[in-house]
C-alpha cells in the first residue's frame, strides 16, 4: 500500500513524486511511457516572465531559481537551464500596445519588466532586427533544455525511493484507490493526478467532468550556427520564442498549431504554421536565414477552460488531488509540484492552489 | 496537379516502378535527390564524365531510358523534406492525398493518390577508435567517388567490412589503376562457401563476384577472412590501419591513406516513419523496415514501399520489386489489374532476391562488433557522444532509443541518426532485449536538414498569419 500514487511522470508528477517522497511518503509513480517524454520532454524550454500568465508571474519567479539551480534540490540533475535576459518585441503600433497592457500586467505581478525603445533593445540583442520598435525586457528570462527533464529527475526520485513504474499503463481506478495498471492493480491511500492533456480522462475515472483544451505546439531547430543571439525573444502576441542554445543550435517555436490529438499525439508538423513561424523568427533575428532547419516535431500542451492551472484537491472525492494543464507551464512546474506536495502533506503551501471547482461542467441540475 | 502515383526515389526500385505505372496511362512523377536517376549501384556518372561503361552503367542507362521513354515526369536534383497528406489529417477526416515537398531550382509541392516510398538504404558503419579521421570513409561513399566522379578515395586504401560491396570497391580500385594495401573480411571463407548455393541462382552476379576475386589474385591484394579493423590512427587523417583476426590474435599495422569502411546496408525508413506506418525489425533484411505485404503495401493506405527500402534484396531485384508495388498501387487505386504480370515481377524478383538474401545475411550487422568498441569510442559525431556516455544513459533509465536521444542528444545532429543510429540502437538492445524493445526513432521532418532561406521565399512582415496571443 502506497501513501500516494502520482499518475503521470512529467514535470508536474516527477516534481509532486519527488516533494511527497522528501515529506516522508511512500510514493509510486507511474506513466504509460517513459519518463517526461510528452510535453515535459519535448517543450521549448523557454523559462520566460513575458510568456507566462500574469496570475502565475509569482509561481514562475521561483521556479526559474528551482531550475537554475536543480541541481542542489535535485541530486545533482540539470536541464541545462541558463539565465539570460528576455526580450518582448513589438514591430507595429498596434503590438506596442499590446506590450505596453501585458507588461503593465506582468510587472504588477512582480516581474521586472522595464519598456525599453528600439535602439535599447539592440543594445541588449544585437541581433535584433532594424525593425523592433519597441521591447519588454526582463533581466530574469532565461530556457532550458527541456529534453534533459526526463533524465534530471529521474535519479533524484529513485534516490528519494519513489518507485518509478515507467511503461505501465494505469486504465482506470477502482474504489479505495486500486489502480488498475497494465502490470495489475496497485493500491494507494491518496492519488494525485498528473497526466497532461490525458486529465479530462484521468479526472473521468473519478466520475469528475474536467475539459482539457489540447494545444499541438509546434517546434524547428536549427543546425548548429555561429552566434545569432544572446537572449531568449518572443514577440508581443507571443507567437514566437527564440533562444540559442550554448552548443549554437537556435529553437524556433511560440505556439504555431500542428496536426495531433490525444489519441495519436503529435502527429506532424503543419508546414504553412513552420513557414509562418520561421519567418516570423527569421524577421526578428535577420541572421537565421543563414540557419539550416534541422528537425521540426510537435508536442501537446493542456490548457483549462482560463488556461489557468488545474492544482489542487479533486472536489468530492477526498484524497484525490489534481495537478497540471496550465499554459506555460514547464517554466512554473518544479514550483508547483512543490506546492501541491506541500498541501497533501497537510504543510502550508508557499503559494496558494488553484483548486479546480471553477472548471467542472456543471452537472445536469 | 494531382498524380495518380508519387515514387520517392529514383534508384532501380523506382525507376522500375514509375516505368510500369506511366506506361500503363498512370499520371506519375518520380522524385530523386540526384541529379539523375540512377540510385547508388545505377548511379549516373557527373555531367560531362564518361567512365568505362561496365554492368551497371549498362543497366542503368537502360533502366533511365525506359524512364524517359514512359511518360512519367521526372524531378531530379530534388530534396524531398516534407512528406505530408495521406492519414497526416486531423482527427475523424478521411484520408488526404499525400504531399510531397521537395528542393530542387526552387521549392516544389507534388500531390498523388499513392505513394511508393522507394528510398535505397543508407550505409552501416559501426564505429573504431579513429573513425572520425579525414581519410575514413563509407564503402558506398567510395563507390560513389569512383563511379560518378571519376576520383580516387585514395592512393594507398585499405577495404574493411562485411558483404559483396567489399570486393566491388576492390575491382573498381585495381581497375582504376590503384593496388588495395588489404581487403579485411569480417566474413570467413567458410561463410562465402555457404553463400554460394543461392548465388548460384544468378550465373551472372556469380561470375562477376568470382572475377573481382581473379582481380584482387592477380594483383596480389591480400584479403585477410574473418578479420576485423581494429582501430585507424593518425594525427591531420588517417597514416594506420590495424587489424586482427576474429578469433583474437596478433593486431597487423598496415600503412594507408584511406580506409573505406562498411558493415552493410539500412533500409531508409524515414518516409514510412513520417506516415506513422507500423515497422518490423528484422536482421536479415538489414533491420527495421515498414511492416508490408507481399506488394510492398504498408499499413497506412495507398502507401507502398519497393526495392532495398523496404529490406535489403539487392539492386537486381530493386526493379521486379518495384513493379510489384506499382501493380498493387495501380490495383488500389482502380487503374487495372494485370495478374500475369504481377505473377512475372513476383518470380522475377523471386529469383533475384534469393541472391540478395544471400548477401544481404553477409550484410547482417554482427553484434560482436558493437559490443568490441571501447568506451571512449565517440558514436554520435555530430554530437560528441561516447560509447561510454551512452552505455551511462542507458544505464540512467533511457531504455528505448528516443529515450537515449533526450538523455544524450544521440540522434539529434545533422545525420539524423544516419551515422550513429545502428551502433546506438544496438548498445540499447544488449540492456532492453533487443532491436524490437529498443525501438525505431520517431519519423521527423525534415528528411534532410535544409536551409531555411530555401523555404522563407520573399514575405511582408504583415503577411504572416500570426494566431491570436495565448492570454495574458
Same mark, same amino acid.
Given at each position: 500500500?502506497?501513501?500516494?500514487?502520482?499518475?503521470?511522470?512529467?514535470?508536474?508528477?516527477?516534481?509532486?513524486?519527488?516533494? &511527497? $517522497?522528501?515529506? #516522508?511518503?511512500? +510514493? @509510486?509513480?507511474? /506513466?504509460?511511457? %517513459?519518463?517526461?517524454? !510528452?510535453?515535459?520532454?519535448?517543450?521549448?524550454?523557454?523559462?520566460?516572465?513575458?510568456?507566462?500568465?500574469?496570475?502565475?508571474?509569482?509561481?514562475?519567479?521561483?521556479?526559474?531559481?528551482?531550475?537554475?539551480?536543480?541541481?542542489?534540490?535535485?541530486?545533482?540533475?540539470?536541464?541545462?537551464? &541558463? $539565465?539570460?535576459? #528576455?526580450?518582448? +518585441? @513589438?514591430?507595429? /503600433?498596434?503590438? %506596442?500596445?499590446?506590450? !505596453?497592457?501585458?507588461?503593465?500586467?506582468?510587472?504588477?505581478?512582480?516581474?521586472?519588466?522595464?519598456?525599453?525603445?528600439?535602439?535599447?533593445?539592440?543594445?541588449?540583442?544585437?541581433?535584433?532586427?532594424?525593425?523592433?520598435?519597441?521591447?519588454?525586457?526582463?533581466?530574469?528570462?532565461?530556457?532550458? $533544455?527541456?529534453?534533459?527533464?526526463?533524465? @534530471?529527475?529521474?535519479?533524484?526520485?529513485?534516490?528519494?525511493?519513489?518507485?518509478?513504474?515507467?511503461?505501465?499503463?494505469?486504465?482506470?481506478?477502482?474504489?479505495?484507490?486500486?489502480?488498475?495498471?497494465?502490470?495489475?492493480?496497485?493500491?494507494?491511500?491518496?492519488?494525485?493526478?498528473?497526466?497532461?492533456?490525458?486529465?479530462?480522462?484521468?479526472?473521468?475515472?473519478?466520475?469528475?467532468?474536467?475539459?482539457?483544451?489540447?494545444?499541438?505546439?509546434?517546434?524547428?531547430?536549427?543546425?548548429?550556427?555561429?552566434?545569432?543571439?544572446?537572449?531568449?525573444?518572443?514577440?508581443?502576441?507571443?507567437?514566437?520564442?527564440?533562444?540559442?542554445?550554448?552548443?549554437?543550435?537556435?529553437?524556433?517555436?511560440?505556439?504555431?498549431?500542428?496536426?495531433?490529438?490525444?489519441?495519436?499525439?503529435?502527429?506532424?508538423?503543419?508546414?504553412?504554421?513552420?513557414?509562418?513561424?520561421?519567418?516570423?523568427?527569421?524577421?526578428?533575428?535577420?541572421?537565421?536565414?543563414?540557419?539550416?532547419?534541422?528537425?521540426?516535431?510537435?508536442?501537446?500542451?493542456?490548457?483549462?477552460?482560463?488556461?489557468?492551472?488545474?492544482?489542487?484537491?479533486?472536489?468530492?472525492?477526498?484524497?484525490?488531488?489534481?495537478?497540471?494543464?496550465?499554459?506555460?507551464?514547464?517554466?512554473?512546474?518544479?514550483?508547483?509540484?512543490?506546492?501541491?506536495?506541500?498541501?497533501?502533506?497537510?504543510?502550508?503551501?508557499?503559494?496558494?492552489?488553484?483548486?479546480?471547482?471553477?472548471?467542472?461542467?456543471?452537472?445536469?441540475? | 496537379?494531382?498524380?495518380?502515383?508519387?515514387?520517392?526515389?529514383?534508384?532501380?526500385?523506382?525507376?522500375?516502378?514509375?516505368?510500369?505505372?506511366?506506361?500503363?496511362?498512370?499520371?506519375?512523377?518520380?522524385?530523386?535527390?540526384?541529379?539523375?536517376?540512377?540510385?547508388?549501384?545505377?548511379?549516373?556518372?557527373?555531367?560531362?564524365?564518361?567512365?568505362?561503361?561496365?554492368?551497371?552503367?549498362?543497366?542503368?542507362?537502360?533502366?533511365?531510358?525506359?524512364?524517359?521513354?514512359?511518360?512519367?515526369?521526372?524531378?531530379?536534383?530534388?530534396?524531398?523534406?516534407?512528406?505530408?497528406?495521406?492519414?497526416?489529417?486531423?482527427?475523424?477526416?478521411?484520408?488526404?492525398?499525400?504531399?510531397?515537398?521537395?528542393?530542387?531550382?526552387?521549392?516544389?509541392?507534388?500531390?498523388?493518390?499513392?505513394?511508393?516510398?522507394?528510398?535505397?538504404?543508407?550505409?552501416?558503419?559501426?564505429?573504431?577508435?579513429?573513425?572520425?579521421?579525414?581519410?575514413?570513409?563509407?564503402?558506398?561513399?567510395?563507390?560513389?567517388?569512383?563511379?560518378?566522379?571519376?576520383?580516387?578515395?585514395?592512393?594507398?586504401?585499405?577495404?574493411?567490412?562485411?558483404?559483396?560491396?567489399?570486393?566491388?570497391?576492390?575491382?573498381?580500385?585495381?581497375?582504376?589503376?590503384?593496388?588495395?594495401?588489404?581487403?579485411?573480411?569480417?566474413?570467413?571463407?567458410?561463410?562465402?562457401?555457404?553463400?554460394?548455393?543461392?548465388?548460384?541462382?544468378?550465373?551472372?552476379?556469380?561470375?562477376?563476384?568470382?572475377?573481382?576475386?581473379?582481380?584482387?589474385?592477380?594483383?596480389?591484394?591480400?584479403?585477410?577472412?574473418?578479420?576485423?579493423?581494429?582501430?585507424?590512427?593518425?594525427?591531420?587523417?588517417?597514416?594506420?590501419?590495424?587489424?586482427?583476426?576474429?578469433?583474437?590474435?596478433?593486431?597487423?599495422?598496415?600503412?594507408?591513406?584511406?580506409?573505406?569502411?562498411?558493415?552493410?546496408?539500412?533500409?531508409?525508413?524515414?518516409?514510412?516513419?513520417?506516415?506513422?506506418?507500423?515497422?518490423?525489425?528484422?536482421?536479415?533484411?538489414?533491420?527495421?523496415?515498414?511492416?508490408?505485404?507481399?506488394?510492398?503495401?504498408?499499413?497506412?493506405?495507398?502507401?507502398?514501399?519497393?526495392?532495398?527500402?523496404?529490406?535489403?534484396?539487392?539492386?537486381?531485384?530493386?526493379?521486379?520489386?518495384?513493379?510489384?508495388?506499382?501493380?498493387?498501387?495501380?490495383?488500389?487505386?482502380?487503374?487495372?489489374?494485370?495478374?500475369?504480370?504481377?505473377?512475372?515481377?513476383?518470380?522475377?524478383?523471386?529469383?533475384?532476391?534469393?541472391?540478395?538474401?544471400?548477401?544481404?545475411?553477409?550484410?547482417?550487422?554482427?553484434?560482436?562488433?558493437?559490443?568490441?568498441?571501447?568506451?571512449?569510442?565517440?558514436?554520435?559525431?555530430?554530437?560528441?557522444?561516447?560509447?561510454?556516455?551512452?552505455?551511462?544513459?542507458?544505464?540512467?533509465?533511457?531504455?528505448?532509443?528516443?529515450?537515449?536521444?533526450?538523455?544524450?542528444?544521440?540522434?539529434?545532429?545533422?545525420?539524423?541518426?544516419?551515422?550513429?543510429?545502428?551502433?546506438?540502437?544496438?548498445?540499447?538492445?544488449?540492456?532492453?532485449?533487443?532491436?524490437?524493445?529498443?525501438?525505431?526513432?520517431?519519423?521527423?521532418?525534415?528528411?534532410?536538414?535544409?536551409?531555411?532561406?530555401?523555404?522563407?521565399?520573399?514575405?511582408?512582415?504583415?503577411?504572416?498569419?500570426?494566431?491570436?496571443?495565448?492570454?495574458?
Amino acid at each position: 500500500m502506497f501513501d500516494v500514487a502520482v499518475i503521470g511522470a512529467g514535470v508536474m508528477g516527477c516534481s509532486t513524486a519527488l516533494h &511527497l $517522497a522528501r515529506a #516522508g511518503m511512500k +510514493v @509510486a509513480l507511474l /506513466d504509460r511511457g %517513459a519518463i517526461c517524454r !510528452e510535453a515535459s520532454g519535448v517543450n521549448a524550454g523557454t523559462l520566460t516572465m513575458q510568456m507566462t500568465r500574469a496570475a502565475l508571474i509569482p509561481y514562475a519567479l521561483r521556479a526559474h531559481a528551482m531550475w537554475i539551480d536543480m541541481g542542489a534540490w535535485c541530486a545533482g540533475g540539470s536541464v541545462a537551464a &541558463l $539565465a539570460c535576459p #528576455g526580450l518582448s +518585441v @513589438a514591430f507595429t /503600433d498596434a503590438e %506596442a500596445a499590446l506590450l !505596453e497592457t501585458r507588461a503593465t500586467a506582468r510587472r504588477a505581478a512582480g516581474a521586472p519588466i522595464e519598456l525599453v525603445d528600439g535602439a535599447r533593445a539592440r543594445q541588449i540583442e544585437p541581433g535584433l532586427s532594424a525593425a523592433a520598435l519597441m521591447a519588454g525586457h526582463c533581466p530574469i528570462d532565461g530556457f532550458a $533544455a527541456a529534453y534533459l527533464t526526463g533524465r @534530471a529527475f529521474r535519479g533524484a526520485l529513485v534516490e528519494a525511493g519513489v518507485d518509478l513504474r515507467e511503461n505501465c499503463a494505469v486504465t482506470g481506478i477502482d474504489p479505495g484507490f486500486r489502480l488498475r495498471t497494465a502490470a495489475g492493480p496497485l493500491a494507494a491511500k491518496r492519488v494525485v493526478l498528473a497526466g497532461g492533456v490525458w486529465l479530462e480522462e484521468m479526472a473521468a475515472w473519478l466520475g469528475v467532468r474536467l475539459p482539457i483544451k489540447v494545444l499541438v505546439n509546434q517546434l524547428v531547430v536549427t543546425e548548429k550556427m555561429p552566434p545569432v543571439m544572446g537572449t531568449v525573444l518572443g514577440i508581443a502576441s507571443g507567437l514566437l520564442s527564440l533562444k540559442q542554445y550554448p552548443n549554437g543550435s537556435v529553437l524556433i517555436g511560440g505556439g504555431w498549431q500542428g496536426l495531433g490529438d490525444r489519441m495519436r499525439g503529435g502527429l506532424a508538423v503543419l508546414p504553412e504554421a513552420m513557414l509562418g513561424n520561421m519567418r516570423l523568427a527569421a524577421h526578428t533575428i535577420p541572421a537565421l536565414r543563414d540557419a539550416r532547419i534541422l528537425r521540426a516535431w510537435t508536442g501537446l500542451e493542456a490548457e483549462t477552460a482560463d488556461a489557468l492551472p488545474a492544482m489542487g484537491p479533486i472536489p468530492g472525492v477526498p484524497d484525490a488531488w489534481i495537478i497540471g494543464s496550465v499554459h506555460s507551464g514547464y517554466t512554473s512546474g518544479p514550483v508547483m509540484g512543490r506546492v501541491l506536495a506541500q498541501a497533501i502533506a497537510g504543510e502550508t503551501p508557499v503559494l496558494p492552489l488553484f483548486p479546480i471547482d471553477r472548471l467542472l461542467e456543471a452537472k445536469a441540475a | 496537379m494531382m498524380h495518380d502515383i508519387l515514387v520517392l526515389g529514383g534508384g532501380p526500385a523506382g525507376m522500375a516502378a514509375a516505368t510500369l505505372a506511366a506506361g500503363r496511362g498512370a499520371r506519375v512523377a518520380l522524385v530523386d535527390e540526384q541529379p539523375a536517376p540512377g540510385g547508388q549501384v545505377y548511379r549516373a556518372p557527373a555531367p560531362g564524365l564518361d567512365p568505362p561503361a561496365d554492368a551497371d552503367r549498362r543497366e542503368g542507362d537502360r533502366l533511365r531510358a525506359a524512364l524517359a521513354e514512359s511518360g512519367a515526369t521526372v524531378f531530379p536534383g530534388h530534396l524531398v523534406w516534407d512528406l505530408g497528406g495521406g492519414p497526416l489529417v486531423a482527427a475523424g477526416v478521411p484520408d488526404a492525398p499525400f504531399r510531397i515537398q521537395a528542393l530542387g531550382d526552387a521549392p516544389r509541392t507534388l500531390t498523388g493518390r499513392a505513394l511508393i516510398l522507394a528510398g535505397g538504404t543508407s550505409e552501416r558503419i559501426i564505429p573504431f577508435p579513429g573513425w572520425t579521421l579525414p581519410g575514413v570513409m563509407g564503402l558506398a561513399a567510395a563507390t560513389i567517388l569512383l563511379k560518378a566522379e571519376a576520383m580516387l578515395p585514395g592512393r594507398a586504401p585499405l577495404l574493411a567490412g562485411a558483404g559483396p560491396l567489399l570486393y566491388a570497391v576492390a575491382a573498381k580500385l585495381i581497375g582504376a589503376g590503384v593496388r588495395p594495401v588489404a581487403v579485411v573480411d569480417l566474413a570467413g571463407h567458410g561463410e562465402w562457401l555457404a553463400a554460394l548455393p543461392a548465388l548460384a541462382a544468378r550465373p551472372d552476379l556469380l561470375a562477376r563476384g568470382a572475377a573481382w576475386r581473379a582481380m584482387l589474385m592477380m594483383a596480389r591484394v591480400p584479403v585477410l577472412a574473418a578479420h576485423r579493423l581494429v582501430a585507424a590512427e593518425g594525427t591531420h587523417g588517417v597514416t594506420h590501419a590495424l587489424v586482427q583476426p576474429l578469433a583474437g590474435g596478433a593486431v597487423r599495422r598496415f600503412a594507408v591513406d584511406c580506409i573505406c569502411v562498411g558493415h552493410g546496408l539500412v533500409p531508409a525508413t524515414e518516409g514510412s516513419r513520417a506516415y506513422r506506418a507500423r515497422h518490423a525489425f528484422d536482421a536479415a533484411r538489414g533491420g527495421w523496415v515498414a511492416a508490408a505485404d507481399p506488394s510492398g503495401r504498408t499499413s497506412v493506405a495507398k502507401l507502398y514501399v519497393a526495392g532495398d527500402g523496404a529490406g535489403v534484396r539487392g539492386a537486381a531485384a530493386a526493379p521486379a520489386s518495384g513493379r510489384i508495388a506499382a501493380l498493387a498501387a495501380l490495383a488500389d487505386l482502380g487503374l487495372g489489374e494485370d495478374a500475369a504480370a504481377l505473377a512475372t515481377a513476383t518470380a522475377d524478383q523471386a529469383r533475384a532476391a534469393r541472391t540478395g538474401a544471400a548477401m544481404a545475411r553477409m550484410m547482417a550487422l554482427r553484434p560482436g562488433l558493437v559490443a568490441a568498441i571501447p568506451p571512449e569510442t565517440i558514436i554520435c559525431r555530430c554530437e560528441g557522444v561516447t560509447r561510454a556516455a551512452i552505455d551511462a544513459a542507458v544505464e540512467a533509465g533511457a531504455r528505448e532509443v528516443n529515450q537515449l536521444k533526450h538523455f544524450t542528444r544521440c540522434f539529434m545532429g545533422p545525420c539524423q541518426g544516419r551515422l550513429c543510429g545502428e551502433a546506438a540502437a544496438e548498445l540499447v538492445a544488449s540492456q532492453v532485449g533487443g532491436r524490437e524493445a529498443a525501438g525505431l526513432p520517431t519519423g521527423r521532418v525534415p528528411l534532410r536538414p535544409v536551409p531555411m532561406a530555401a523555404l522563407l521565399g520573399d514575405f511582408a512582415y504583415a503577411d504572416i498569419p500570426v494566431p491570436p496571443p495565448a492570454p495574458l
